[in-house]
């Protein structure tokens, strides 16, 4: 055995630390996999949330997502920030008594598009794009103005609302029964089924850009350069899109030898109860209640 290793080189005898190859691979490939991986993480949230016997739970999806857009729209419309932030208050209320996790609400709604929102807004609170009262000087010519800022903080606002009331909708309720509640809303079933499928879609481009990516990473050693993952991603971008076309029609075919019809099949039947009666008439007083604040308070 010692002959041997004698007429071996020196490299090819020496033992090799693998964890180096390993801990040195390229970062952006993990990224990738943990963010898409995260979109199978979401629905799973979802269904697990979908189970809990909460508020938003137990009331019927037709009434749920007409309440709730109808918060979105009233939000949009109404121009007094104190209310915006009532409606904000509202929305956080029901992610509370829908038992949802308040860390993962307030991370996945209002701590990253509001923000961003804002700040992206704030050049055009400056002086020469709104006139007002002087709030903060950037210079001697140049400020914040007062109603600039106030319309910075309308817009984010609006937007963390319709966030807050759209995940409230996607977070308990499953898809299908998001599906037949619009179909019995007699919204038309080309645009529901477009919908569906659209939202089914997601999952199969996720699926084969993770087994794009997961092949790359197994087969890399080293650091990469990052013209060559720039490379990479493009390539993987045309790839899975080729590939997500034919499976796309692969997955249909399937559907339809399946008994597939285009709607939405459950075995939970669509009614409107007791509970339902009661939560459409405590936020119809709300309304009623923030209303009155605007048009006779001044809120």
């Given at each position: 055995m010692n002959r041997v290793n004698k007429n071996l080189p020196i490299w090819l005898a020496q033992s090799e630390n693998y964890s180096d190859y390993i801990e040195c691979r390229p970062?952006?490939?993990?990224?990738?996999?943990?963010?898409?991986?995260?979109?199978?993480?979401?629905?799973?949230?979802?269904?697990?949330?979908?189970?809990?016997?909460?508020?938003?739970?137990i009331i019927d999806p037709r009434v749920k997502i007409l309440v709730l857009l109808f918060y979105i729209v009233f939000a949009s419309a109404v121009f007094s920030i104190f209310v915006k932030i009532l409606i904000a208050a509202i929305g956080l209320l029901f992610a509370v008594m829908s038992k949802l996790k308040l860390s993962d609400f307030l991370r996945r709604v209002w701590c990253y598009l509001p923000p961003v929102l804002f700040i992206l807004s704030l050049p055009a609170a400056i002086n020469l794009f709104s006139s007002g009262t002087p709030l903060i000087y950037l210079s001697k010519t140049f400020y914040f103005t007062l109603s600039g800022i106030k319309t910075a903080l309308r817009v984010s606002l609006t937007c963390g609302i319709s966030l807050s009331f759209v995940y409230l909708i996607f977070a308990t309720t499953r898809a299908v029964q998001i599906e037949k509640a619009l179909r019995a809303l007699k919204l038309p079933d080309v645009f529901v089924s477009i919908l569906s499928m659209a939202y089914r879609y997601i999952f199969v481009l996720a699926s084969e850009a993770i087994k794009v990516i997961e092949a790359r990473f197994l087969r890399t050693v080293g650091k990469v350069k990052s013209k060559d993952e720039r490379r990479f991603v493009s390539h993987s971008i045309a790839s899975v899109f080729l590939k997500s076309k034919k499976l796309s029609g692969d997955v249909y075919d399937a559907m339809c030898c399946r008994g597939f019809t285009g709607k939405a099949v459950s075995l939970n039947e669509l009614k409107f109860g007791i509970q339902d009666f009661i939560f459409t008439c405590c936020n119809v007083i709300i309304v009623l209640i923030l209303l009155l604040g605007v048009y006779a308070f001044g809120w």
């Open positions: 970062h952006f490939l993990r990224r990738a996999l943990s963010e898409i991986t995260k979109v199978f993480q979401n629905e799973f949230l979802a269904e697990k949330y979908e189970k809990y016997d909460g508020l938003l739970q």
